[in-house]
């Protein structure tokens, strides 16, 4: 399934993508600092249950195109977490804190032979507003994603989130 990020009842979403496998290459690339810089975000993960996740994003530097639009400016941040499920190399879960609210994300994949589906599900997103801003980013990111497994050029991440923003906001 590669279709858009659904609600979830009204306060979640979740993502379904199909990607190159195998389960344990996609794995390093959600867990690892330096291969998760290249489609969300650098930070170390002390992969065990109760253990602190840190995200430092920086958009601009995921692919070649624009800069981030104003009204994204200042979004480069940090957030910080805990991971409250490590199930290697099918499942990982994390509060995500750094907005006025916690939410949290589960990562789950699956082998479909040669291929992965990674399911991402974010729940405790309070408002409209945030959960379209969230939907469009993980589609982009993801789709980041699975350019780099495949080895190609990704879209660039500006202009693709801000379409995608467009358009989850007339579903939504």
């Known amino acids: 399934m590669n279709g858009y990020a659904i609600p979830l009842g009204t306060d979640g979403m979740q993502i379904v993508r199909t990607l190159p496998g195998p389960v344990e290459r996609v794995w390093d690339y ?12 650098a930070g170390e993960f002390d992969l065990r249950v109760g253990g ?9 530097s995921l692919s070649p195109g624009a800069c981030a639009p104003a009204k994204h400016a200042d979004e480069h941040g940090s957030f910080t977490g805990t991971i409250t499920r490590c199930e290697p190399p ?11 609210e916690e939410s949290e994300v589960t990562f789950e994949l699956t082998p479909a ?3 992965v589906e990674l399911k991402v599900t974010h729940v405790r997103l309070t408002n409209r507003g945030l959960r379209i801003g969230v939907m469009s980013g993980w589609d982009t990111h993801i789709g980041i994603l699975a350019a780099r497994l495949r080895g190609v050029e990704p879209e660039p991440f500006w202009p693709t989130h801000e379409r995608l923003e467009r358009e989850y906001g007339a579903r939504i």
Do not use: Q
């Open 30 to 41: 959600l867990t690892d600092s330096r291969k998760r810089a290249t489609w969300l975000a």
């Open 52 to 60: 602190r996740i840190e995200l430092d994003f920086d958009n601009d």
């Open 90 to 100: 099918r499942v990982l879960a994390f509060t995500w804190a750094g907005w006025k």
């Open 113 to 115: 032979g040669s291929e």
